[in-house]
């Protein structure tokens, strides 16, 4: 199982990204996907997952403001951030479990400057 994540970069306040997370190895359509952040000192967190079934769930911190989606044809997971803020600075992983075991991608850094 592998899964590579890009689309991390450096952007204003206010902004936007794209997050995009690619995945082999596994029947990807039946397979929940997460996003997770790690801040500078800070404990990784969940910042939201989809279903199989397209149905999202979202951290507090990011309810509103991000937004992720799915393409199983194209394998592809998504993370739409708007309306970025400093505190969204992390370096951002896309995530899944299969056969009972955690699989991550090797993580994304976004940087929002003030």
């Known amino acids: 199982v592998q899964l590579q994540a890009s689309g991390g970069g450096l952007v204003q306040a206010g902004g936007s990204l794209r997050l995009s997370c690619k995945v082999s190895g596994l029947n990807f359509s039946i397979n929940t996907m997460r996003w997770h952040r790690q801040a500078p000192g800070q404990t990784r967190e969940l910042v939201g997952v989809i279903s199989s079934g397209h149905t999202t769930d979202y951290g507090d911190s990011v309810k509103g403001r991000f937004t992720i989606s799915r393409d199983n044809v194209k394998r592809m997971v998504y993370l739409q951030m708007n309306s970025l803020k400093p505190e969204d600075t992390a370096v951002y992983y896309c995530?899944?479990?299969?056969?009972?075991?955690?699989?991550w991608g090797r993580g994304t850094l976004v940087t929002v400057s003030s």
């Open positions: 995530a899944t479990t299969h056969r009972g075991r955690d699989f």
